[in-house]
C-alpha cells in the first residue's frame, strides 16, 4: 500500500529553499516511529537535502538520472512493491504529487504557523476522499519552533 508522511504549515508550505521551514524535534521522531523498519521513497532533491541514508530503512530514491549511490526506483517499479509491502513516501512535492492517485493511507502533520516564501506545498487533500481516523495535538516542546497537530488518514 502507498502511505505519504509530510508536515505541512496551515497554508500547505512543505518546503522552503530545499528544506524544511521549521525545526521541529517531536515531529521528527513522530515520523522515525512510523517509518522506522520500513520502506521510504523520496525524489532527488529530498534526498539530497539530508545528511544520507536515513538508517533503519530501506532508502529509495526516485530521479530520471542513473545514481550509483542509492537504490532506485521508477513509478512503475514503487508502485509493484507497494502491492506487496507498505511503501512509505516522504517527499518532496514532486514526488507527492506523482502518487496523489495512489495513495491510500496519509499521515499529515500540521504545523501551527503560515511560513512566509515557501516554495514547495503539498496539493489540498480535502476533497480527494480522505477521512481522518486520529488526531493529536502537540503543545511546542523545548526543541520545536511551534504547536502541531498529529492527524492520520484513510480513504
Ligand atoms: N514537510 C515535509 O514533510 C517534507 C518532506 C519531504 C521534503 N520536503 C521539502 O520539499 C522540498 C523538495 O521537494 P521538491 O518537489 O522540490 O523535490 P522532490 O520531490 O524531493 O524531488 C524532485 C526530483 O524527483 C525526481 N522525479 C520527479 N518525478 C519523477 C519521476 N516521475 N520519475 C523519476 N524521478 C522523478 C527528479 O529528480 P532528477 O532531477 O534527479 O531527475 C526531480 O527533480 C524541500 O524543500 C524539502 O525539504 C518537505
Known amino acids: 500500500m502507498i502511505i505519504f508522511i509530510y508536515a505541512c504549515d496551515l497554508n500547505g508550505a512543505i518546503g522552503k529553499d530545499g528544506d524544511l521551514p521549521w525545526r521541529q524535534s517531536s515531529d521528527l521522531q513522530h515520523f522515525k516511529r512510523i517509518t522506522l523498519g520500513g520502506t521510504i521513497v523520496m525524489g532527488r532533491k529530498t534526498w539530497e537535502s539530508l545528511p544520507g541514508k536515513l538508517p533503519g530503512r530501506r532508502n529509495i530514491v526516485m530521479s530520471r538520472s542513473i545514481r550509483d549511490d542509492i537504490e532506485q526506483m521508477n513509478y512503475d517499479e514503487v508502485i509493484s512493491l507497494s502491492e506487496q509491502q507498505d511503501v512509505f513516501i516522504i517527499g518532496g512535492g514532486e514526488i507527492y504529487n506523482l502518487f496523489i492517485d495512489d495513495v491510500k493511507e496519509l499521515h499529515r502533520t500540521l504545523i501551527d504557523t503560515k511560513i ?39 480513504r
Open 116 to 154: 512566509e516564501n515557501a516554495d514547495t506545498f503539498i496539493t489540498d487533500i480535502s476533497n480527494l476522499g480522505f477521512h481522518m481516523i486520529s488526531e493529536r495535538h502537540v503543545s511546542a516542546g523545548e526543541k520545536d519552533q511551534f504547536d502541531m497537530i498529529f492527524q492520520h488518514f484513510i
